[in-house]
């Protein structure tokens, strides 16, 4: 029986997830991918070195893990490369490791230009990396996937189709320049070495993984509340980034997530718009951002800061059957005098509990037993208030600064 864990973020992103998937994949088979794209940016820092990934999976660093990229990722083909061409110069060996679905929907740069020009009317603050009207593609039937490139006579058809939707949409609706369909149909033929070389059916991979008793790691991107279902819709991204999005963006039966560990800071971010309750206006927030160092991975936007919403998080650890919590960024809380958390609301707005901060530095301890009394209190009361379990605390971005409980 394998011991599979689920790895994802309970509020808006940024959770820190990267962190942790490098932090607990160095003995896992291989870490899985299942939804999103290029619009994450997952940071992990080993020996002072920071590394963000996009789309390879959190485990690259660890030279025995496999990565997996499944069919519920959108696939940027300049990205994914870009990506491999910076770990390979690092000196991180890439053939042979990454997998990546022949179903991936591909991102188009006709999809981005898309995405870009419609924010400007719709106002979501998307990363402009055309995840949305790639995911539109998708359902709508007409996307073209990473296994197409090996078909030539195939693609032609497929593209001249697409490209001429998405021109129409540019040139009539968003008053936008069209695209040359051979421009994209040549960039794409470029890639077919890259498909024949990366390109396989990882649900029957995943299958003979499990056969084989492999353990593997699903990760995450974005978070809960950007889930195209259960997030602050319209204000959401275009993918299932709970827990069921593993099952349908991999092929992989629910009965092998094994542990669910659900990533929380101990305070709150959000990039974009959307609605944020405990988000903060004044010199605590801008405390938060300076400390915590909150500008995207992905696009460098500041990112909106405020205090730990515990009704929502309750409400996370339920859509994704959450076993245990991460604790990520408590060191960022280092310097309060107080420290609120929202346990209600008030019509609008948040109702808190305020806490007496531990005003220690916490970033260099390794044990539980260490850490100040007044932040033990602040977990526990997180515990109890949404009935789950602390399993690591976070107290600094390098791979050893978590304390495991
Ligand atoms: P992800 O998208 O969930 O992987 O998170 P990001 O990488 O976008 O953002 C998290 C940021 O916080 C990165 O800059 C990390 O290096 C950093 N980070 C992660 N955990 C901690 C922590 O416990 N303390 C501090 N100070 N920084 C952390
Ligand atoms: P990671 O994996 C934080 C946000 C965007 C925008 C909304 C829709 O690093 O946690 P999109 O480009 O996906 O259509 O944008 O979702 N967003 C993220 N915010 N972290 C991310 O990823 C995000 N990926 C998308 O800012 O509000
Ligand atoms: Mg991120």
Redesign the pocket.
């Known amino acids: 029986m394998s011991n599979n864990t689920l790895i994802l973020?309970l509020q808006w992103?940024?959770?820190?997830?990267?962190?942790?998937?490098d932090a607990l994949s160095e003995n896992v088979f291989a870490v899985c991918r299942f939804q999103g794209g290029h619009n994450?940016?997952?940071?992990?820092?080993v020996d002072g070195v920071?590394t963000?990934l996009h789309l390879i999976p959190?485990g690259v660093l660890h030279r025995s893990v496999k990565c997996l990229i499944g069919n519920g990722v959108v696939l940027s083909l300049e990205a994914i490369k870009k990506e491999i061409k910076g770990l390979e110069e690092f000196g991180v060996e890439i053939k042979n490791r990454l997998h990546i679905s022949e179903n991936c929907p591909l991102i188009l740069p006709s999809h981005i230009k898309i995405d870009q020009v419609r924010d400007k009317d719709e106002f979501i603050g998307t990363t402009g990396r055309g995840i949305g009207p790639a995911y539109e593609d998708k359902v709508g039937r007409r996307a073209i996937r990473f296994g197409d490139l090996k078909d030539e006579t195939l693609l032609r058809k497929k593209v001249s189709r697409l490209i001429k939707i998405h021109n129409k949409l540019l040139k009539h609706f968003y008053d936008s320049e069209p695209f040359s369909e051979d421009e994209i149909l040549n960039n794409l033929l470029s890639y077919k070495d890259f498909a024949e070389s990366f390109s396989i059916n990882t649900t029957d991979l995943l299958m003979a993984w499990a056969e084989e008793g492999k353990e593997v790691l699903f990760e995450g991107?974005q978070?809960t509340f950007l889930d195209i279902d259960h997030g602050t819709y319209p204000y959401v991204t275009s993918s299932s980034t709970t827990i069921g999005g593993v099952s349908s963006g991999l092929g992989i039966g629910p009965k092998h997530i094994n542990n669910v560990i659900g990533?929380v800071k101990a305070y709150a971010t959000r990039v974009g718009e959307g609605p944020f309750t405990t988000e903060l206006f004044d010199k605590d927030g801008d405390e938060i951002a300076k400390?915590?160092?909150e500008f995207?991975?992905?696009t460098g936007r500041p990112r909106r800061c405020g205090w730990l919403d515990l009704v929502a998080l309750k409400k996370a650890i339920f859509i994704n059957s959450v076993d245990s919590l991460c604790i990520?960024?408590?060191?960022?809380l280092d310097t309060f005098e107080n420290i609120n958390v929202c346990i209600d609301y008030d019509g609008e707005n948040p109702v808190y509990k305020s806490f007496e901060g531990w005003q220690e530095d916490t970033?260099l301890f390794s044990s539980y037993d260490e850490l100040p009394q007044k932040l033990k209190d602040y977990i526990k009361f997180i515990e109890e208030f949404v009935n789950c379990k602390v399993s690591i605390i976070?107290?600094?971005?390098s791979r050893e600064?978590?304390i495991h409980l």
């Open positions: 973020g992103g940024d959770e820190g997830k990267g962190k942790i998937v994450a940016g997952h940071t992990i820092k920071q963000v959190s991107a978070g990533v400390r915590g160092n995207g991975a992905t990520t960024k408590a060191d960022v970033s976070s107290v600094g971005p600064q978590s």
